[in-house]
């Protein structure tokens, strides 16, 4: 039986959304922004995540379950395949 994929269901319903703000994002490191969070003294540090950190975070996208959905479909799949080996 294939398996469920909430996860990576949901990476194909924001495809569109996700694909503009990181087409933006990559446009603003290109010149010259960056994005800074504050620690506790209210000071300024240089916010280092990828933009697939960012986006996976916005989205509330689980990279550890899409990572599982993708290897149980990779699992399936050879499955399949090799049911209809000679």
């Known amino acids: 039986m294939m398996p ?3 996860t990576l269901d ?3 319903e924001v495809h569109e959304r996700s694909e ?5 994002l990559e ?4 010149h010259g922004l960056v994005m800074c969070r504050y620690n506790s003294d209210r000071e300024r540090y240089y916010a280092a995540e ?3 950190t960012l986006l996976h975070a ?3 996208i689980d990279d550890k379950a899409e990572e599982r959905e993708r290897r149980a479909l990779l699992d399936y799949i050879r499955e399949k395949h090799e049911l ?3």
């Open 4 to 6: 469920t994929t909430p």
């Open 10 to 12: 949901r990476i194909r």
């Open 20 to 24: 503009a703000i990181g087409a933006f």
């Open 27 to 30: 446009w603003g490191q290109a």
């Open 50 to 52: 990828s933009i697939d």
């Open 58 to 60: 916005y989205f509330e």
């Open 84 to 86: 209809h080996l000679p």
